[in-house]
Every structure is written in C-alpha cells, then in structure tokens.
C-alpha cells in the first residue's frame, strides 16, 4: 500500500510539474501577438485621454479607442506618430521601439493632452 | 444681471447722444421685440425699435442691411443629440427665407461639417442654394480642417483668401473681417491666430477711418469664455487692440453652439446658436459636446442670428431667435441679454 501511495504522489506530482512547465513556458508569439500585460489602451472620452499617462516597455503597442461622440486625434507633438481623424469607435494604435517620454494631443481639440512613457 | 452689469447698460444708454430711452424705456422695447433675444450695440435702444417697425421700406434708399449669422451645422453629424442634421439646417433657412425683410447675405461661422467629407460638403451647398441670400460668406472650423489641413475647405470656400482661409470685404460702408482660428492648433492651447494673420489684420485695418463699422467673425470665441475647454483664442488680445481704435466693432463667433455675448468698450462679443446640436453651459457637464434634450425641445436651442445695420447710429443690433419660437421663455442655452 505503502509504496503505492508513493507512486501516486510522484506520478501526481510529476503531471503537475509538468502541466506547470507547459503552462509558463514561453507561449507561441505570431508577429501580432503579444502579452497583453505589456501592450496599453487609451480610451477617448469626454474630451480626455485616459489615462493621461500611460508606461510601457520598449516594443509595447499602444491602443487609442474613441468612445466620444465626438472625432478625435491622437498626435504626437514631436512629429512621432499620428492617427487619422478617429470617429466613435475607431481605434489608433502604435508600437513604441524607442524609450523616451511621448506627449501627444489631440489637434482639433489641443486642450486634450496626454503621454505615452517608454522604458 | 448682476448690478454692476446693469450699471454698466444704464451707462451706455446714457451716453448716446440723449436719445431719450432710459432702461425703462429698454426693457419695454425688449419685451415688445418678442422672443428673440435682443442685444443693441452703440446706436442703443432706437436701433431695434426702428428696424422692427418700419425697416425694410426704405433700406435700400438709406443704406441700412441686415444679414444673418448661422454656424456649426456639423452636416455628417448623426448622434442621438440630433440624427437630423440637415434637417435643421434646412429649418434655419427656411426661417430666414422667411425673414421680413431680406437678408443681403450669410455668414457661416464655421464647423459646416463634421467630418470635412466631400459628401457633407456637397449637402450643405445643396441646403444653401435654397435660400434667398444668395452670397454666403464663410470661415472654417475644426471640423473643416480635419484633412490635408484644410484643402477640401480651401478649394471650395477660400477663393480670394489668404493662408487658411482669412480675408476681408466691404458692404455699404461696413467692413468685414472673417478670420481663422482652428488652424495649427498647439498642444494645450486654445484656439490660434497666428503670427501671419495678426499681420495681415493690422494692415488690413491702417487708414480706415475709426467711424467705419467694423464685423470680425471667426469660428472659436475671440474673447476667453471657458479655457477648459478651449473656449477662447490665445493670441485674441493682439487683434482686438487693432479694433481698438474703431467706434463700433462687432464680433461674431461660433463653436461653442449657445449664445453668449459681452461688451467691452465700443466692442460687442455674440456668440450664436448651432444650426445641429446644443452643447451644455461651462462648467455645467463633465465636458463640451452634443448635449441630448427632449426631442421636443431641440428646436428651442438651434438658432439663427439676425444682424442689422443702421446708417443712421451706425451701429449692428443683433436679433437671436431659435428654430421654434416658444412663446413662454426666450431663453436658449447659455446665456441671457446681460452677458456672463
């Protein structure tokens, strides 16, 4: 009985680890698809960027979604990125491979500003 | 109407030229003029008595006009605040193709569309060659300048202006100045002039003599309403200080889709109704844009302005009047005669 129990702990104890290795092992990335904790979104709404500030790592992607009933843009105030006039419900986004800190604002309505900090 | 603001009205009507109405006599001309909301410029009181009664008859004779103001029909627009843009807009100028006495011309203070598309470009001209003034003066707004900064605007409503879209004209001794504020927009910042234009307006204005009334229209408020939320022009105080000079000088401005108005000096600021969407008081909401109403009452907050002009004050006295008239309260969003 004994030694039973030994192996069923051990055979037990080996399908966890090896469902745990499975599991943390490095997951399968396509060239789009990447953790999701890294990446951010910005959502636009009521005349604000939220949140107005956002870090991320090198290589991060950032989302800008316009929830206003309103057209916004999202412009990068030192000629970096620029998104098209978004109207409800359309979405921006751009992948950051520099560091460094990005302010941006939104050019039909300059008021709305934000920054996106790379590091 | 705080005290001082109601002083500061006693004061002007005291001051032109004894013309014999007191505030008494004010108010009762405000009541009789019905449920537009009347402002008199310099030529005070007798300026609306006299165009409400009997002008149009001889105003060709003596070279007194009227034009209207209409702004930020937003045509392409198509949220719950209003599904029918060019509805409206079709209302607006049937009210004024039923004016009682014709208007010479329009000025659109800006935002004609939503979108800057082509295609709310085109429905917006189609509206337009429907009413009876058939020139119709224009400055952008943001909204118009949302591609190729500007160029579809440009190409269909700049010929003869200058950098975005600035220029001048003159009309029975009154000039006009139409200027453009939405136009390189800094981060943080209000609405702009510029370094060009602020040039081009000092010369465009030497030599005139300071009895010539002066009409500035540009889209964004030219005087600073609310900065939160980008209410104002921060390069304004340049171009007033070249007014400065004038005896009669009137501002007409859109964006911010409720009336507002103030005087300072011989300068009187308006702001007028949108032709599409109302948007909430400063400060009253968590942000500018559309504000829903009751669909009964959405006619209640678009509106027209009605512009006169009297060779004899030489001075504007500026009528607004909703799309519906409601016969219990005259007052729009935003605010009433006396100003914030």
Known sequence: MKRNSIWVASFTASIIIAIVLLVAGSPVVTANDQ????????????????????????????????????????????????????????KFSYTFTKAGTYPYYCTIHPKMTGKVVVQ | MTDKKQDLIDQKLQDLNNDGVDRRGFLKCMAWAGTGLVWTMSGGVPVSRAFAKGYGKDAAKSGDFSFVQISDSHIGFNKPANPD??????????????????????????????????SEFDTLDQVLKGSVAKQIYFVPGEHDMLTDNGQQYLERYGKGTKGAGWYSFDHKGVHFVGLVNVANLKAGGMG?????QLEWLEDD????????????????PLWTIYPDWGWGTDDSEQALSYVKRFGSVTVLNGHIHQIMQKVEGKVSFH???????PQPAPGTAPSAGPMKVPADQL???????????????????????????????????????GGR
């Open chain 2, 299 to 337: 006619q209640r907050v678009l509106g027209v302005t009605d512009v006169n002009y009297l060779v004899s004050g030489r001075s504007l006295a500026v009528v607004d009047s909703p799309l519906a008239d409601s016969g219990s309260s005259a007052s729009a969003s935003g605010s009433g005669a």
């Open chain 2, 192 to 196: 702009s002039l510029g370094h060009e």
């Open chain 2, 205 to 220: 204005l030497k030599g005139r003599s300071a009895s010539t009334p002066i009409v500035l229209f540009a889209h964004i």
């Open chain 2, 271 to 277: 702001t007028a109704m949108s032709t599409a969407f």
């Open chain 2, 85 to 118: 843009v060019t509805a409206t807009l079709q209302t607006a100028i049937n009210k004024i193709n039923a004016m009682p006495h014709e208007p010479e011309f329009i000025i659109h203070t800006g935002d004609l569309s939503q979108l800057s598309k082509p």
């Open chain 1, 35 to 90: 953790p999701s904790a890294v990446n951010a979104d910005v959502n636009i709404d009521n005349f604000v960027f939220g949140p107005q500030t956002v870090t991320v790592p090198v290589g991060a992607t950032v989302t800008w979604t316009n929830k206003d009933d309103i057209p916004h843009t999202s412009v990068s105030t030192e000629g970096v990125f620029k998104s098209k006039v978004l109207d409800t419900d359309e």
